[in-house]
């Protein structure tokens, strides 16, 4: 056998254990297990499972392994111990959740972006101050959400949406709160925990902060993106260029 046709066998027989392992995972599929997931799933992990009660499912990193069969398991059988259920579902409807999940995990996989990667680095690193909120790998802020994969978790359009409508669709655990407090402070920041007693934020200048209840005025929390919108900031070509150098972070793998 030739080489070219050996990686071609391998290729067919690699695509036919997959199928083989998800058996529901047509375009269709999909579009259900997507609605599904919005009646037994979202009040856990957001309705496009970004997160909540439950953990973050777009990353594409699963505690208990990302394979459409362990997906499935982890679905049809729940964490014992843990707040994640069983689902109450039949065994086709577990598949098409799974193929969902699947599908949130790696929303930017199959795109190609137009601009140029490595000068939209240079917009990250010089023009855009990004690295003020975000990190990549070890380096940067950590008031924005972390960007090392976020080429494999988010599709183009969403990343284009970021950059001039930062408001649009921002993950819960990224909400911005608003803290007044008795003796006059105002901070505004992102809230990192909470119970009965106190809360903590971290404030806009990346910093922790903790506050005892009793010492509060009023928590708002319904506040804007703390994302700047960089829609006037940046040109065209810009924010095209830098939407490619974030398609282009794909994590360690
Ligand atoms: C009552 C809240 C709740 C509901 C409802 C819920 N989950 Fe979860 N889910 C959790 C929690 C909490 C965890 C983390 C458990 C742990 O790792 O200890 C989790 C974990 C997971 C994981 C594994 C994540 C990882 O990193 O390994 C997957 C996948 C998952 N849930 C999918 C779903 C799907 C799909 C549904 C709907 C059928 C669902 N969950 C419904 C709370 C929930
Ligand atoms: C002042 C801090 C700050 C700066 C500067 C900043 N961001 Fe953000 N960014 C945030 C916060 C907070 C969020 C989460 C809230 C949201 O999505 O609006 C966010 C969200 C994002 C998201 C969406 C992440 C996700 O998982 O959904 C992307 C992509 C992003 N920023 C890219 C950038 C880029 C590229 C730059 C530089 C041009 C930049 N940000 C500059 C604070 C910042």
């Given at each position: 056998m030739t080489r070219i046709a050996r990686k071609t066998v391998g290729v067919l027989v690699f695509a036919v254990a997959a199928c083989a392992q998800n058996p529901l995972s047509t375009p269709q599929d999909v579009e259900v297990g997507r609605r599904l997931f919005q009646t037994h799933c979202s009040y856990c992990h957001g309705s496009s499972g970004e997160g909540g009660r439950g953990?973050?499912?777009?990353?594409?990193?699963?505690?208990?392994?990302?394979?459409?069969?362990q997906l499935y398991r982890t679905i049809r059988y729940g964490i014992p111990g843990s707040e994640m259920p069983a689902v109450r579902?039949?065994?086709?409807?577990?598949?098409?959740?799974?193929?969902?999940?699947?599908?949130?995990?790696?929303?930017?996989?199959?795109?190609?972006?137009?601009?140029d990667a490595s000068a939209g680095k240079v917009v990250y690193e010089t023009k855009g101050k990004c690295a003020v909120c975000h990190s990549i790998g070890k380096d940067g802020g950590t008031l924005g959400p972390e960007l090392t994969d976020i080429g494999r978790r988010r599709g183009i359009g969403y990343l284009e949406e970021s950059l001039v409508k930062p408001e649009a669709d921002v993950p819960v655990n990224s909400r911005a709160i608003r803290v007044a407090t008795r003796s006059g402070q105002t901070i505004v920041g992102i809230r990192l925990n909470e119970?009965?007693?106190?809360?903590?934020?971290?404030?806009t200048n990346d910093s922790l902060r903790s506050f005892l209840k009793a010492n509060i005025k009023e928590i708002r929390r319904d506040q804007p993106s703390l994302m700047p919108a960089y829609g006037s900031v940046l040109s065209g070509k810009e924010l095209a260029d830098l939407v490619a150098y974030l398609s282009s972070l794909r994590g360690v793998q």
């Open positions: 953990p973050d499912l777009t990353t594409g990193q699963y505690r208990l392994g990302g394979s459409p069969e579902a039949s065994d086709d409807d577990v598949w098409r959740m799974a193929a969902f999940v699947g599908k949130i995990g790696s929303a930017g996989l199959d795109e190609k972006a137009r601009g119970d009965d007693l106190s809360i903590q934020v971290r404030d």
